[in-house]
Protein backbone atom coordinates (compact mmCIF):
# COMPACT_ATOMS: atom_id res chain seq x y z
CA UNK A 1 0.00 0.00 0.00
CA UNK A 2 3.07 2.35 1.24
CA UNK A 3 4.41 1.70 -3.23
CA UNK A 4 0.68 2.89 -4.39
CA UNK A 5 -0.64 5.44 -2.08
CA UNK A 6 2.97 7.87 -1.03
CA UNK A 7 4.65 8.20 -4.39
CA UNK A 8 1.78 7.25 -6.93
CA UNK A 9 -0.64 8.59 -5.22
CA UNK A 10 1.08 11.87 -4.33
CA UNK A 11 2.18 12.33 -8.28
CA UNK A 12 -1.64 11.69 -9.47
CA UNK A 13 -3.55 13.06 -6.95
CA UNK A 14 -1.25 15.91 -5.57
CA UNK A 15 0.81 17.16 -8.74
CA UNK A 16 -1.62 15.83 -10.87
CA UNK A 17 -4.87 16.62 -10.36
CA UNK A 18 -5.17 19.02 -7.96
CA UNK A 19 -1.30 21.29 -8.82
CA UNK A 20 -2.11 20.51 -12.79
CA UNK A 21 1.28 18.75 -13.39
CA UNK A 22 1.71 16.35 -15.90
CA UNK A 23 3.87 13.57 -16.49
CA UNK A 24 6.43 14.06 -19.23
CA UNK A 25 6.99 11.06 -21.49
CA UNK A 26 10.02 9.56 -19.08
CA UNK A 27 7.78 10.62 -16.23
CA UNK A 28 5.40 8.30 -17.43
CA UNK A 29 8.01 5.03 -17.80
CA UNK A 30 8.80 5.44 -14.33
CA UNK A 31 5.33 5.99 -12.84
CA UNK A 32 4.39 2.36 -14.63
CA UNK A 33 7.31 0.89 -13.05
CA UNK A 34 6.29 2.13 -9.46
CA UNK A 35 2.79 0.68 -10.67
CA UNK A 36 4.24 -2.73 -12.20
CA UNK A 37 6.05 -3.09 -8.57
CA UNK A 38 3.09 -2.14 -6.39
CA UNK A 39 1.33 -4.83 -8.57
CA UNK A 40 4.25 -7.38 -7.65
CA UNK A 41 3.79 -6.71 -4.49
CA UNK A 42 0.63 -7.36 -4.09
CA UNK A 43 1.08 -11.01 -6.04
CA UNK A 44 3.25 -11.28 -2.86
CA UNK A 45 1.14 -10.49 -0.56
CA UNK A 46 -0.94 -13.09 -1.98
CA UNK A 47 1.35 -16.18 -2.68
CA UNK A 48 4.19 -15.17 -0.60
CA UNK A 49 7.95 -14.67 -1.73
CA UNK A 50 7.70 -16.82 -4.34
CA UNK A 51 10.93 -16.83 -6.81
CA UNK A 52 9.43 -15.60 -9.82
CA UNK A 53 7.85 -13.04 -8.49
CA UNK A 54 11.04 -11.72 -6.91
CA UNK A 55 12.89 -12.22 -9.92
CA UNK A 56 10.43 -9.66 -11.84
CA UNK A 57 10.20 -7.58 -8.90
CA UNK A 58 14.46 -6.91 -9.19
CA UNK A 59 14.05 -6.12 -13.10
CA UNK A 60 11.39 -3.45 -12.56
CA UNK A 61 13.22 -2.10 -10.11
CA UNK A 62 16.52 -2.45 -12.24
CA UNK A 63 14.61 -0.82 -15.18
CA UNK A 64 12.98 1.80 -13.44
CA UNK A 65 16.03 3.00 -11.69
CA UNK A 66 18.37 3.34 -14.81
CA UNK A 67 15.03 5.18 -16.15
CA UNK A 68 15.61 7.43 -12.38
CA UNK A 69 19.33 7.60 -13.33
CA UNK A 70 18.68 8.46 -16.90
CA UNK A 71 16.13 11.51 -16.23
CA UNK A 72 18.39 12.98 -13.46
CA UNK A 73 21.22 13.23 -15.06
CA UNK A 74 19.27 15.20 -17.97
CA UNK A 75 19.33 17.99 -14.72
CA UNK A 76 21.65 17.46 -12.78
CA UNK A 77 24.43 19.53 -14.52
CA UNK A 78 22.01 22.38 -14.34
CA UNK A 79 21.97 25.87 -11.96
CA UNK A 80 20.68 25.16 -8.74
CA UNK A 81 17.26 25.24 -8.08
CA UNK A 82 16.54 24.52 -12.11
CA UNK A 83 14.83 21.46 -13.10
CA UNK A 84 11.74 20.17 -14.46
CA UNK A 85 8.11 19.77 -13.01
CA UNK A 86 7.39 20.57 -9.35
CA UNK A 87 8.85 19.94 -6.06
CA UNK A 88 8.11 17.27 -3.65
CA UNK A 89 9.80 17.73 -0.47
CA UNK A 90 12.40 20.47 -1.67
CA UNK A 91 13.49 17.41 -4.88
CA UNK A 92 12.07 17.00 -8.03
CA UNK A 93 10.20 13.85 -8.65
CA UNK A 94 12.49 12.14 -11.16
CA UNK A 95 15.29 12.29 -8.45
CA UNK A 96 13.03 10.63 -5.87
CA UNK A 97 12.57 8.22 -8.43
CA UNK A 98 16.46 7.24 -7.71
CA UNK A 99 15.70 7.07 -4.06
CA UNK A 100 12.58 4.92 -3.99
CA UNK A 101 13.86 2.26 -6.58
CA UNK A 102 17.28 1.66 -4.63
CA UNK A 103 15.33 1.61 -1.59
CA UNK A 104 13.50 -1.19 -3.07
CA UNK A 105 16.05 -3.23 -4.12
CA UNK A 106 17.73 -2.81 -0.50
CA UNK A 107 13.93 -3.86 1.52
CA UNK A 108 13.59 -6.85 -1.05
CA UNK A 109 17.54 -7.45 -0.37
CA UNK A 110 16.46 -7.60 3.32
CA UNK A 111 13.66 -9.85 3.12
CA UNK A 112 15.16 -12.72 0.95
CA UNK A 113 18.24 -12.46 3.30
CA UNK A 114 15.82 -13.31 6.58
CA UNK A 115 14.14 -15.55 4.52
CA UNK A 116 14.69 -19.25 5.01
CA UNK A 117 14.33 -21.58 1.60
CA UNK A 118 11.32 -23.02 2.72
CA UNK A 119 9.66 -20.19 2.43
CA UNK A 120 10.57 -19.04 -0.81
CA UNK A 121 9.42 -22.21 -2.07
CA UNK A 122 6.02 -22.51 -0.48
CA UNK A 123 2.93 -22.98 -2.99
CA UNK A 124 0.10 -22.09 -0.36
CA UNK A 125 -1.84 -18.82 -0.58
CA UNK A 126 -1.83 -16.36 1.60
CA UNK A 127 -5.36 -15.43 3.45
CA UNK A 128 -5.92 -11.93 3.24
CA UNK A 129 -6.70 -9.64 5.97
CA UNK A 130 -8.16 -6.49 6.08
CA UNK A 131 -5.14 -4.76 5.02
CA UNK A 132 -4.08 -6.57 2.24
CA UNK A 133 -7.81 -5.39 0.85
CA UNK A 134 -7.49 -2.33 1.63
CA UNK A 135 -4.20 -2.01 -0.52
CA UNK A 136 -6.24 -3.69 -3.49
CA UNK A 137 -8.84 -1.28 -3.22
CA UNK A 138 -5.86 1.87 -2.80
CA UNK A 139 -4.34 -0.07 -6.10
CA UNK A 140 -7.11 0.23 -8.16
CA UNK A 141 -8.83 3.33 -7.11
CA UNK A 142 -5.05 4.87 -8.06
CA UNK A 143 -4.43 2.94 -11.43
CA UNK A 144 -7.71 3.89 -12.57
CA UNK A 145 -7.13 7.69 -12.06
CA UNK A 146 -4.28 7.07 -13.52
CA UNK A 147 -5.84 5.58 -16.69
CA UNK A 148 -8.47 8.72 -16.47
CA UNK A 149 -5.07 11.28 -16.79
CA UNK A 150 -3.34 9.24 -19.22
CA UNK A 151 -6.04 8.69 -22.01
CA UNK A 152 -7.65 12.52 -21.48
CA UNK A 153 -3.89 14.02 -21.40
CA UNK A 154 -1.66 12.17 -23.08
CA UNK A 155 -4.40 10.04 -25.57
CA UNK A 156 -5.01 6.62 -26.75
CA UNK A 157 -2.35 4.22 -28.47
CA UNK A 158 -0.55 5.33 -31.16
CA UNK A 159 -0.36 8.54 -29.24
CA UNK A 160 2.64 8.93 -26.57
CA UNK A 161 3.94 10.84 -24.36
CA UNK A 162 5.81 14.61 -24.60
CA UNK A 163 9.00 15.59 -23.46
CA UNK A 164 7.60 18.89 -22.49
CA UNK A 165 3.54 18.61 -21.69
CA UNK A 166 1.14 20.87 -21.51
CA UNK A 167 -0.33 21.17 -17.57
CA UNK A 168 -3.07 19.33 -16.90
CA UNK A 169 -6.17 20.40 -17.80
CA UNK A 170 -10.25 19.20 -17.51
CA UNK A 171 -10.54 21.16 -20.84
CA UNK A 172 -10.06 18.59 -23.30
CA UNK A 173 -9.37 21.01 -26.12
CA UNK A 174 -6.33 22.08 -24.56
CA UNK A 175 -4.95 18.94 -24.44
CA UNK A 176 -2.09 17.81 -26.92
CA UNK A 177 -1.80 14.08 -28.31
CA UNK A 178 0.92 13.69 -30.33
CA UNK A 179 3.21 10.62 -31.66
CA UNK A 180 6.70 12.57 -32.52
CA UNK A 181 8.60 10.71 -29.64
CA UNK A 182 8.22 7.24 -31.12
CA UNK A 183 11.73 6.26 -31.80
CA UNK A 184 12.45 4.74 -35.32
CA UNK A 185 14.65 2.46 -36.49
CA UNK A 186 16.73 4.86 -38.58
CA UNK A 187 17.87 6.48 -35.84
CA UNK A 188 18.91 3.43 -33.56
CA UNK A 189 22.42 3.42 -32.45
CA UNK A 190 23.90 1.26 -29.48
CA UNK A 191 26.15 4.56 -29.21
CA UNK A 192 23.46 6.80 -29.10
CA UNK A 193 24.28 9.97 -30.10
CA UNK A 194 26.49 11.32 -27.72
CA UNK A 195 29.16 9.43 -29.15
CA UNK A 196 31.21 11.13 -31.16
CA UNK A 197 34.00 9.83 -33.18
CA UNK A 198 37.49 10.89 -31.27
CA UNK A 199 39.56 13.36 -34.16
CA UNK A 200 42.39 11.24 -35.88
CA UNK A 201 45.15 14.27 -36.32
CA UNK A 202 47.45 11.70 -38.55
CA UNK A 203 44.93 11.12 -41.14
CA UNK A 204 43.47 14.70 -41.79
CA UNK A 205 43.05 15.45 -45.34
CA UNK A 206 42.33 18.19 -47.58
CA UNK A 207 39.27 20.02 -48.30
CA UNK A 208 38.36 22.48 -51.23
CA UNK A 209 35.03 23.19 -49.59
CA UNK A 210 36.53 24.57 -46.87
CA UNK A 211 39.23 27.53 -48.56
CA UNK A 212 38.31 30.95 -47.84
CA UNK A 213 38.17 32.76 -51.12
CA UNK A 214 40.47 35.69 -52.15
CA UNK A 215 43.29 34.64 -50.07
CA UNK A 216 47.23 35.72 -50.82
CA UNK A 217 50.32 33.74 -50.73
CA UNK A 218 52.86 33.32 -47.48
CA UNK A 219 56.58 33.86 -48.61
CA UNK A 220 58.06 30.62 -47.45
CA UNK A 221 61.29 31.21 -45.55
CA UNK A 222 62.90 28.01 -44.77
CA UNK A 223 62.26 24.16 -43.68
CA UNK A 224 63.65 22.74 -40.55
CA UNK A 225 63.68 19.05 -39.73
CA UNK A 226 63.04 18.20 -36.24
CA UNK A 227 64.81 15.75 -34.22
CA UNK A 228 64.32 11.91 -35.06
CA UNK A 229 63.91 11.15 -31.60
CA UNK A 230 60.84 12.93 -31.60
CA UNK A 231 58.16 10.24 -30.59
CA UNK A 232 54.61 10.48 -32.16
CA UNK A 233 52.73 12.92 -34.47
CA UNK A 234 53.85 16.82 -34.31
CA UNK A 235 50.40 18.31 -32.86
CA UNK A 236 50.84 21.64 -31.30
CA UNK A 237 53.93 24.17 -31.24
CA UNK A 238 54.39 27.33 -29.33
CA UNK A 239 57.20 29.55 -28.36
CA UNK A 240 58.08 31.09 -25.42
CA UNK A 241 59.78 34.89 -26.60
CA UNK A 242 61.44 34.69 -22.71
CA UNK A 243 63.19 32.27 -22.61
CA UNK A 244 63.77 31.53 -26.45
CA UNK A 245 62.45 27.91 -26.53
CA UNK A 246 60.02 26.41 -28.79
CA UNK A 247 57.57 23.53 -26.91
CA UNK A 248 55.57 21.13 -29.19
CA UNK A 249 53.34 18.62 -28.12
CA UNK A 250 52.83 15.00 -29.87
CA UNK A 251 49.73 12.68 -30.00
CA UNK A 252 51.71 9.98 -27.92
CA UNK A 253 51.95 12.63 -25.22
CA UNK A 254 55.20 13.63 -25.52
CA UNK A 255 56.51 17.45 -24.57
CA UNK A 256 59.68 18.42 -25.87
CA UNK A 257 61.46 21.95 -25.43
CA UNK A 258 63.55 22.34 -28.29
CA UNK A 259 65.78 25.70 -28.94
CA UNK A 260 64.84 28.74 -31.08
CA UNK A 261 66.54 26.58 -33.99
CA UNK A 262 63.67 24.01 -33.11
CA UNK A 263 67.10 21.69 -34.24
CA UNK A 264 67.82 20.59 -30.73
CA UNK A 265 65.82 18.83 -27.37
CA UNK A 266 66.79 20.35 -24.36
CA UNK A 267 64.32 18.40 -22.36
CA UNK A 268 61.66 16.13 -22.71
CA UNK A 269 58.55 15.11 -20.57
CA UNK A 270 55.50 12.56 -21.28
CA UNK A 271 52.40 13.36 -20.01
CA UNK A 272 50.44 10.55 -17.57
CA UNK A 273 47.44 10.35 -19.72
CA UNK A 274 44.85 8.03 -17.08
CA UNK A 275 46.24 9.81 -14.04
CA UNK A 276 43.47 12.00 -12.62
CA UNK A 277 42.04 13.69 -15.52
CA UNK A 278 42.19 12.13 -18.65
CA UNK A 279 44.80 13.76 -20.84
CA UNK A 280 44.60 11.94 -23.83
CA UNK A 281 45.53 12.53 -27.74
CA UNK A 282 47.18 16.07 -27.15
CA UNK A 283 45.80 19.04 -29.46
CA UNK A 284 47.53 22.48 -27.82
CA UNK A 285 50.44 23.49 -26.13
CA UNK A 286 51.34 27.28 -25.33
CA UNK A 287 53.43 29.09 -22.72
CA UNK A 288 51.64 30.27 -19.64
CA UNK A 289 52.81 34.38 -18.87
CA UNK A 290 54.62 32.61 -15.62
CA UNK A 291 56.63 30.60 -17.82
CA UNK A 292 54.50 27.33 -17.32
CA UNK A 293 53.10 24.98 -20.22
CA UNK A 294 50.17 24.19 -20.75
CA UNK A 295 49.16 21.35 -22.44
CA UNK A 296 45.45 21.00 -23.25
CA UNK A 297 43.80 17.41 -25.40
CA UNK A 298 41.29 17.16 -27.47
CA UNK A 299 38.88 16.22 -24.60
CA UNK A 300 39.01 19.59 -23.29
CA UNK A 301 41.54 18.51 -20.21
CA UNK A 302 44.36 20.48 -19.65
CA UNK A 303 47.89 19.62 -17.68
CA UNK A 304 50.27 22.25 -16.20
CA UNK A 305 53.77 22.11 -16.60
CA UNK A 306 56.50 24.23 -14.77
CA UNK A 307 60.11 24.74 -16.28
CA UNK A 308 62.76 25.06 -13.84
CA UNK A 309 65.83 26.86 -14.86
CA UNK A 310 67.29 23.35 -16.62
CA UNK A 311 64.56 22.86 -18.61
CA UNK A 312 63.29 20.44 -16.71
CA UNK A 313 59.53 19.82 -16.40
CA UNK A 314 57.49 18.66 -14.01
CA UNK A 315 53.10 18.66 -13.76
CA UNK A 316 52.10 20.70 -11.40
CA UNK A 317 48.13 20.81 -11.83
CA UNK A 318 45.09 19.73 -14.01
CA UNK A 319 41.96 19.55 -14.06
CA UNK A 320 38.74 20.09 -17.16
CA UNK A 321 37.53 23.28 -19.60
CA UNK A 322 33.72 23.14 -19.02
CA UNK A 323 31.85 24.75 -21.83
CA UNK A 324 28.08 25.52 -23.21
CA UNK A 325 28.13 25.13 -26.99
CA UNK A 326 31.06 23.16 -27.13
CA UNK A 327 30.36 20.44 -24.69
CA UNK A 328 29.81 18.27 -27.43
CA UNK A 329 32.85 18.88 -29.31
CA UNK A 330 36.34 17.70 -29.15
CA UNK A 331 39.21 20.90 -29.55
CA UNK A 332 41.44 21.05 -32.19
CA UNK A 333 44.05 23.94 -30.41
CA UNK A 334 44.65 26.28 -27.64
CA UNK A 335 46.38 29.46 -27.27
CA UNK A 336 47.16 32.36 -24.80
CA UNK A 337 45.44 35.53 -24.87
CA UNK A 338 48.16 37.71 -22.83
CA UNK A 339 46.08 41.15 -23.31
CA UNK A 340 43.01 39.75 -22.15
CA UNK A 341 44.38 37.74 -19.42
CA UNK A 342 42.55 34.08 -21.08
CA UNK A 343 43.19 31.03 -22.22
CA UNK A 344 41.26 29.99 -25.54
CA UNK A 345 40.44 26.79 -26.76
CA UNK A 346 38.31 26.04 -30.66
CA UNK A 347 36.68 23.20 -31.00
CA UNK A 348 36.52 20.67 -33.83
CA UNK A 349 33.05 20.38 -36.46
CA UNK A 350 31.52 16.98 -35.68
CA UNK A 351 28.15 15.32 -36.81
CA UNK A 352 26.40 16.50 -33.66
CA UNK A 353 27.80 20.36 -33.74
CA UNK A 354 28.65 21.25 -37.49
CA UNK A 355 30.21 24.68 -36.53
CA UNK A 356 33.33 26.40 -35.00
CA UNK A 357 33.11 27.24 -31.12
CA UNK A 358 35.47 29.59 -30.00
CA UNK A 359 36.10 29.07 -25.97
CA UNK A 360 37.64 31.98 -23.45
CA UNK A 361 38.47 30.95 -19.94
CA UNK A 362 39.63 33.10 -17.38
CA UNK A 363 43.24 32.11 -16.11
CA UNK A 364 42.27 33.14 -12.73
CA UNK A 365 40.07 30.12 -11.71
CA UNK A 366 39.67 28.41 -15.33
CA UNK A 367 36.02 29.21 -15.77
CA UNK A 368 34.24 29.54 -18.67
CA UNK A 369 33.99 34.01 -19.63
CA UNK A 370 32.76 33.47 -22.95
CA UNK A 371 31.74 31.82 -25.98
CA UNK A 372 31.46 32.17 -30.27
CA UNK A 373 30.35 30.69 -32.79
CA UNK A 374 32.80 31.46 -35.60
CA UNK A 375 31.01 32.36 -39.00
CA UNK A 376 33.43 31.08 -41.91
CA UNK A 377 32.32 31.76 -45.95
CA UNK A 378 32.84 28.10 -46.69
CA UNK A 379 31.04 25.25 -48.56
CA UNK A 380 31.78 23.29 -45.48
CA UNK A 381 33.51 24.21 -41.76
CA UNK A 382 37.01 23.78 -41.41
CA UNK A 383 39.09 21.99 -39.50
CA UNK A 384 41.11 24.23 -37.35
CA UNK A 385 44.47 22.53 -35.88
CA UNK A 386 46.35 25.60 -34.77
CA UNK A 387 45.65 28.44 -33.27
CA UNK A 388 47.79 31.81 -32.05
CA UNK A 389 46.86 35.04 -30.43
CA UNK A 390 48.42 38.90 -30.97
CA UNK A 391 47.85 41.81 -29.68
CA UNK A 392 44.82 42.51 -31.77
CA UNK A 393 44.52 39.33 -33.75
CA UNK A 394 43.59 35.49 -33.96
CA UNK A 395 45.75 33.25 -36.09
CA UNK A 396 43.78 30.31 -36.94
CA UNK A 397 45.84 27.12 -38.70
CA UNK A 398 43.05 25.98 -41.40
CA UNK A 399 43.94 22.08 -41.58
CA UNK A 400 41.18 20.65 -44.30
CA UNK A 401 41.67 23.86 -46.33
CA UNK A 402 45.53 24.39 -46.19
CA UNK A 403 45.07 28.18 -44.86
CA UNK A 404 46.27 30.76 -42.54
CA UNK A 405 42.82 32.99 -41.33
CA UNK A 406 43.62 36.00 -39.42
CA UNK A 407 40.73 37.26 -37.61
CA UNK A 408 39.75 40.39 -35.95
CA UNK A 409 40.18 40.41 -32.06
CA UNK A 410 37.20 42.17 -31.44
CA UNK A 411 34.93 40.85 -33.50
CA UNK A 412 36.02 37.35 -34.60
CA UNK A 413 35.50 37.60 -37.71
CA UNK A 414 38.29 37.05 -41.04
CA UNK A 415 40.06 39.74 -42.12
CA UNK A 416 42.93 38.32 -43.95
CA UNK A 417 43.55 34.68 -45.59
CA UNK A 418 46.60 33.25 -46.87
CA UNK A 419 46.76 30.18 -48.59
CA UNK A 420 49.96 27.96 -47.79
CA UNK A 421 49.33 25.36 -50.57
CA UNK A 422 53.16 23.63 -50.11
CA UNK A 423 51.90 21.25 -46.63
CA UNK A 424 50.66 18.27 -46.17
CA UNK A 425 48.79 17.95 -42.82
CA UNK A 426 49.55 21.12 -41.04
CA UNK A 427 49.08 21.12 -37.42
CA UNK A 428 50.21 23.86 -34.80
CA UNK A 429 51.23 27.31 -35.64
CA UNK A 430 53.30 29.76 -33.22
CA UNK A 431 55.08 33.35 -33.94
CA UNK A 432 58.44 34.26 -33.53
CA UNK A 433 58.80 37.80 -33.86
CA UNK A 434 57.90 38.46 -37.93
CA UNK A 435 57.40 34.73 -39.10
CA UNK A 436 55.07 32.17 -38.38
CA UNK A 437 55.81 28.76 -37.63
CA UNK A 438 54.13 25.51 -38.91
CA UNK A 439 54.73 21.76 -38.14
CA UNK A 440 54.04 19.16 -40.80
CA UNK A 441 55.16 15.73 -41.95
CA UNK A 442 56.61 14.91 -44.65
CA UNK A 443 57.78 11.03 -46.26
CA UNK A 444 57.46 10.17 -42.26
CA UNK A 445 59.82 13.17 -41.90
CA UNK A 446 58.87 16.11 -39.09
CA UNK A 447 59.25 19.53 -40.29
CA UNK A 448 58.97 22.90 -39.11
CA UNK A 449 57.73 25.26 -41.92
CA UNK A 450 58.50 28.99 -41.53
CA UNK A 451 56.81 31.97 -43.99
CA UNK A 452 57.03 35.51 -43.49
CA UNK A 453 54.38 36.72 -41.56
CA UNK A 454 52.93 39.64 -43.21
CA UNK A 455 51.06 41.14 -40.42
Known amino acids: MGLTLIPIGIATVILGYILGDNPCILCWQERISIILLSLCALYMSRYGLRLKYISIYYVICIYGLWLSILHSSVHIGQDIGQGFGGLILGAH ?179 DPKFDKDVNNISGV ?82 LNAEQIISMKTKEVPIITGMEVTDNAIILLNNSGKQLIVLDKESNKPINVYDIDDVNNPQGVTIISNKVLITDEDSGNKIVKTYLLPI
Do not use: C
Not at 152 to 176: C, E, H, M, R, W
Not at 187 to 209: C, D, G, K, V
Not at 252 to 264: C, E, F, G, P, R
Not at 346 to 357: A, G, R, T, Y
Open 93 to 271: AYTWGVFLFIANLLIMSLLIGFSNEDSLKNTKRVRWGTFHKVSGYSFIIVISLNVIQAFTQVGPPPYIGQASPQNFSYDLSKTVWTTKHWPTWSHFSFRANNYIEQPEFTTLTANENTKLEHANELLKIENTALPANVTGRVTAISYDEKRSVIAIATNKNWIYLLDKTASKILSQYKV
Open 286 to 367: FFDKNGEVIVTSVYKSYVKLSVDDSYRMKEVGRGNLKTVRASKSYIGSSALSLLDNEYLTLSLPNKVNDFIVLSRFSRKDMM
